[in-house]
């Protein structure tokens, strides 16, 4: 049940429905603190204009902590800026202003967004609301824990790979990542530019279609935005045609654990012998790529991102005997150590005489990858693959590395390459843990990859 659809009817019936709404969500945001999905609470916030012709005007929602709202604090998850006051808001954020959302929290996540686990956080790891010994994943955690427990009816996330996606699948929610430069960057903290994306965790395809409709705009501030013509995502939520043709690639599943790999071969056969669908090889020795090629471009990427964080101009500051002494007593006070370690790589991957030989060929290989995909595309509407390899790991098998991270765990990081549309909704359950189904489709388009998405939750939950 969308729940943007479910406010409209009772805020109609009821005048004061909206007040009582967000009283019950900061009580309800009150009740959680142990979970560590927010950072901070957001109360009477000043720059939302009512908007009563919007669809999700009065609705309450949450930020992830690395995207920027006038006046309130933005930590990024990280100490470095734990009194950092934003002077400007995010395009985003200016977006859901003017369509009158209220919002009331800043998720935590993964310092800087570097991190996949929900564990790297500088205010504490954020607790699966399932079971507190598994993971979230992440980076976008909070975000995902505050829409699965139904604190928020939207939250928003950032995606650099699978940031969004991989959490909707370990908590049983819906994570929409858009096509590369339909969401406005300008006023994000940065991960990797050449991969980060803005989107949206939802409990329904509709809502996600809503919010991002309002999401999605031009700005001349992000020299990646795309200025094209409006999608119109939720007017054209329920144009899916079962003469698309859909591509598994049955190597990847290989990849699965036996359980997950059960249920998805099961769905895909059973809930789907109606459609399309292909079972087809994409090519192993690139499966093999994506997480070494990701590594090296986005950890290089975010070195390069992150070069002004000093504690000279802004952010915590310490002192020291020069320049030179102050940046690393800095950094090496207020920065986590997940975040330490991608920037020492980084940074390896870019001396000068590794530049061409790991750097550059690390580029190639992406190009690869992608191209590997475009050919896919031209035979093929959708891509169909798992949401991830499992259910949601425990926190101790992560720790003492009994966890075995495949491939298909680093998969869905093929959509970050190429800026493809991708988007997780719930496939089942492994032991009463979540696990999703994702759906990648061609760049822009958007409006295809979401009325799949709703037609497929629509089928396996009764959802839309």
């Given at each position: 049940?969308?729940?943007?659809?479910?406010?409209?009817?009772?805020?109609?019936?009821?005048?004061?429905?909206?007040?009582?709404?967000?009283?019950?969500?900061?009580?309800?945001?009150?009740?959680?603190?142990?979970?560590?999905?927010?950072?901070?609470?957001?109360?009477?916030?000043?720059?939302?204009?009512?908007?009563?012709?919007?669809?999700?005007?009065?609705?309450?929602?949450?930020?992830?902590?690395?995207?920027?709202?006038?006046?309130?604090?933005?930590?990024?998850?990280?100490?470095?800026?734990?009194?950092?006051?934003?002077?400007?808001?995010?395009?985003?954020?200016?977006?859901?202003?003017?369509?009158?959302?209220?919002?009331?929290?800043?998720?935590?996540?993964?310092?800087?967004?570097?991190?996949?686990?929900?564990?790297?956080?500088?205010?504490?790891?954020?607790?699966?609301?399932?079971?507190?010994?598994?993971?979230?994943?992440?980076?976008?955690?909070?975000?995902?824990?505050?829409?699965?427990?139904?604190?928020?009816?939207?939250?928003?996330?950032?995606?650099?790979?699978?940031?969004?996606?991989?959490?909707?699948?370990?908590?049983?929610?819906?994570?929409?990542?858009?096509?590369?430069?339909?969401?406005?960057?300008?006023?994000?903290?940065?991960?990797?530019?050449?991969?980060?994306h803005v989107g949206v965790l939802t409990k329904s395809v509709t809502d996600a279609?809503?919010?991002?409709?309002?999401?999605?705009?031009?700005?001349?501030?992000?020299?990646?935005?795309?200025?094209?013509?409006?999608?119109?995502?939720?007017?054209?939520?329920?144009?899916?045609?079962?003469?698309?043709?859909?591509?598994?690639?049955?190597?990847?599943?290989?990849?699965?654990?036996?359980?997950?790999?059960?249920?998805?071969?099961?769905?895909?056969?059973?809930?789907?012998?109606?459609?399309?669908?292909?079972?087809?090889?994409?090519?192993?020795?690139?499966?093999?790529?994506?997480?070494?090629?990701?590594?090296?471009?986005?950890?290089?990427?975010?070195?390069?991102?992150?070069?002004?964080?000093?504690?000279?101009?802004?952010?915590?500051?310490?002192?020291?005997?020069?320049?030179?002494?102050?940046?690393?007593?800095?950094?090496?006070?207020?920065?986590?150590?997940?975040?330490?370690?991608?920037?020492?790589?980084?940074?390896?991957?870019?001396?000068?005489?590794?530049?061409?030989?790991?750097?550059?060929?690390?580029?190639?290989?992406?190009?690869?990858?992608?191209?590997?995909?475009?050919?896919?595309?031209?035979?093929?509407?959708?891509?169909?693959?798992?949401?991830?390899?499992?259910?949601?790991?425990?926190?101790?098998?992560?720790?003492?590395?009994?966890?075995?991270?495949?491939?298909?765990?680093?998969?869905?990081?093929?959509?970050?390459?190429?800026?493809?549309?991708?988007?997780?909704?719930?496939?089942?359950?492994?032991?009463?843990?979540?696990?999703?189904?994702?759906?990648m489709g061609k760049i822009n388009e958007d409006a295809s990859v979401l009325s799949?998405?709703?037609?497929?939750?629509?089928?396996?939950?009764?959802?839309?």
């Amino acid at each position: 049940m969308s729940k943007i659809l479910d406010f409209i009817t009772n805020n109609k019936k009821d005048k004061d429905f909206a007040q009582k709404l967000l009283k019950d969500t900061y009580s309800k945001l009150e009740k959680q603190k142990d979970n560590n999905a927010y950072i901070t609470l957001v109360k009477n916030y000043k720059y939302v204009i009512d908007n009563p012709k919007s669809l999700i005007n009065k609705i309450p929602y949450a930020i992830k902590d690395n995207i920027n709202a006038l006046d309130t604090i933005t930590t990024g998850g990280s100490l470095f800026f734990k009194n950092y006051n934003s002077p400007y808001s995010a395009t985003v954020i200016e977006n859901l202003n003017k369509a009158g959302a209220i919002p009331v929290a800043k998720a935590n996540l993964d310092e800087f967004g570097l991190g996949g686990t929900g564990t790297f956080s500088s205010y504490g790891h954020v607790f699966n609301p399932l079971d507190k010994n598994r993971i979230t994943s992440g980076s976008s955690s909070g975000s995902a824990v505050l829409v699965a427990n139904d604190t928020v009816a939207f939250a928003l996330g950032t995606d650099t790979g699978d940031s969004i996606r991989k959490p909707a699948s370990y908590n049983g929610i819906v994570g929409y990542k858009p096509t590369y430069g339909l969401v406005s960057r300008y006023g994000v903290f940065p991960y990797a530019p050449s991969f980060d994306h803005v989107g949206v965790l939802t409990k329904s395809v509709t809502d996600a279609a809503i919010v991002s409709d309002i999401m999605i705009s031009y700005d001349e501030k992000d020299f990646t935005s795309q200025n094209i013509k409006p999608l119109e995502l939720y007017k054209n939520i329920d144009c899916f045609k079962t003469s698309s043709k859909i591509a598994v690639f049955k190597n990847v599943i290989e990849f699965m654990q036996p359980k997950e790999k059960e249920l998805f071969l099961k769905t895909v056969k059973e809930k789907f012998n109606n459609l399309k669908i292909d079972f087809i090889d994409y090519p192993i020795e690139l499966i093999r790529l994506i997480p070494s090629v990701y590594k090296i471009v986005s950890y290089s990427e975010a070195v390069s991102c992150y070069q002004n964080i000093t504690g000279i101009v802004f952010g915590e500051k310490e002192n020291g005997k020069n320049f030179d002494e102050k940046i690393i007593k800095t950094r090496t006070k207020n920065f986590g150590k997940e975040l330490k370690r991608r920037f020492v790589i980084g940074s390896f991957c870019t001396l000068e005489e590794n530049y061409e030989d790991i750097f550059l060929k690390a580029k190639k290989m992406r190009t690869l990858i992608i191209n590997a995909i475009e050919d896919v595309f031209k035979k093929y509407d959708f891509v169909l693959m798992p949401g991830s390899s499992s259910v949601a790991p425990l926190i101790d098998d992560l720790n003492s590395k009994k966890y075995n991270d495949t491939e298909t765990d680093d998969y869905l990081q093929i959509a970050n390459f190429g800026g493809y549309p991708s988007v997780t909704v719930p496939m089942g359950k492994i032991d009463k843990y979540p696990i999703g189904i994702n759906i990648m489709g061609k760049i822009n388009e958007d409006a295809s990859v979401l009325s799949f998405a709703k037609y497929i939750n629509n089928k396996l939950n009764g959802g839309d």
